[in-house]
């Protein structure tokens, strides 16, 4: 019984820290230096990213949205200039999107952003500590779909 509590603890804080941390991935005062766009569109530029251009269906795939609402998002961030669409040139109904210079700025500043801050929740812990929490994290994102899988069937 006792083991029980423990996980059912350890689920707890797991979860609060989760919540807290996308709490404050999703305050626009996190991102102050953003002024001209909403959390949602930085989330969607998080999304596309520095790299390669991404579909629509990808986006929205990622966002947990309908390609319809991200179809909208895409074309306030086209307004604003931070991405562009790009039509394959082997098949011209393939739309691709990528970010604009404007919008690399915004993901580069964001990813700082974002490292800044997990430099400052995990520096609080020992090297060792992150070592284990490396680990441990290792171990759960490998087995999590054997354990959800398990549970849901």
């Not at 005062?29 to 766009?37: D, S, T, V």
């Not at 520096?123 to 992150?130: D, F, H, N, P, Y």
Request: hydrophobic share 40%; proline share 0%.
């Amino acid at each position: 019984m006792e083991n029980k509590k423990e996980l059912h603890l350890i689920g707890s804080m797991f979860y609060e820290l989760i919540n807290r941390f996308e709490g404050v991935n999703n305050k626009k005062h996190l991102y102050k230096g953003i002024n001209e766009i909403t959390v949602i569109e930085i989330k969607t530029i998080l999304v596309i990213g520095c790299e390669e251009a991404k579909s629509m269906s990808h986006i929205a795939k990622k966002l947990g949205v309908s390609s319809g609402t991200a179809t909208v998002t895409i074309d306030r961030l086209i307004d604003k200039s931070f991405v562009e669409r790009i039509r394959d040139v082997e098949d011209r109904r393939q739309v691709f999107i990528k970010l604009s210079d404007k919008g690399n700025e915004v993901c580069n500043y964001i990813n700082n952003l974002k490292h800044k801050l997990a430099e400052n929740i995990f520096g609080l812990l020992s090297k060792e500590e992150r070592a284990l929490f490396l680990s441990i994290l290792s171990k759960l994102n490998s087995n999590f779909n054997l354990v959800f899988d398990a549970l849901c069937s």
